[in-house]
């Protein structure tokens, strides 16, 4: 499959006074972040696809595609090939794109096909307006998600998230079982309860009083705010993320990605800050669900050894189906796939081969 030399270009969405005023303040606008998208995904060999995937209510999600083809049976070749791999679906977190999994995708795709959309309201999809109710938010991810499976013409996937991809990951998987091969949770979020007293010595006084004072407003509401300062904010405060990088980039492109990503009118992050309760708990946590995804349906947990964001909710999962499967990757914080990709796309390719091998047993039965 080659890289599509033109791409669907989407209908114009309404604007708001807000929208309107933001990119006037914000140097950011949808070109901008198309380019920094390029600009990443220059690291990327493999050809692929790329379009906009149109779903119902005038919205579409963003994807790019890694496609293998099957031989056809013929007469050198009379043998019918086996069943095909199931593609790798790929969901970014909260605040991410499609480009982030710039340092995995040449490798996860060697073994087969490879599907990143970006979220519904994040990234280069559209960005309506979703519902207050943080169940009914939910359910809008989840159906955009059925949608686009269905148009792009996928009958199982391995469906792989990160962060809230990884929570989205899991609601879909309860609501379309029969369409999940291979459930992959990369450090997810939303998984525990908030604990009871949510005000625990453990998290630092700053950080309440942030919370507090932060709390009616999104997310990265202070990232618009900043106006023009807002790449060098997104350099300082996520500078981390040229290190992550480093082997592929030397200068700020990541940062200037994540900048035009979140920069722009906020959607899908204020559907997030509706699904959560202060300090960035779920009100709908997934530990209390995820018990109720089939028994066989395979589910891997992914966890740094170095991230905030601790693995208990993988071993309490655990005692009550010991099948669940958890890998800790050495040396790696919340970004896995970017902190140590080598590792993370190894063990991907490990579980996609085992997998596979599951579905010929399957086939030949």
Known sequence: MRRMAEEMQPAKEQSSWIS????????????????????????????????????????????????????????????????PTPPLVLLHGFGGGVALWAQNLDSLSSSGPVYAPDLLGFGRSSRPQFSTDPEGAEEQFVAALEEWREKVGLEEMVLLGHNLGGYLSAAYTLKYPHRVKHLLLVEPWGFPARPENPNHSSIPVWIRAMGAVMSPFNPLAGLRLAGPLGPMLVQTIRSDFKQKYSSVFDDNTVSDYIYHLNAQTPSGETAFKNMTIPYGWAKRPMLERIGQVQADIPISFIYGSRSSIDSDSGYAFKKTRPDVEIKVIRGAGHYVFADQPDDFNQTILNILDRTEKKSQNEGMK
């Open 20 to 83: 309107s005023w933001l990119p006037s303040w914000c140097p950011t606008s949808s070109s901008q972040l198309k380019d920094a998208e390029e600009k990443m995904l220059k690291s990327v060999k493999q050809t692929f696809s790329r379009q906009y995937v149109r779903i119902s209510g005038d919205n579409y999600l963003w994807t790019l595609a890694f496609s293998t083809q099957l031989q056809p049976c013929s007469p050198t070749n009379p043998q019918p090939q086996a069943q």
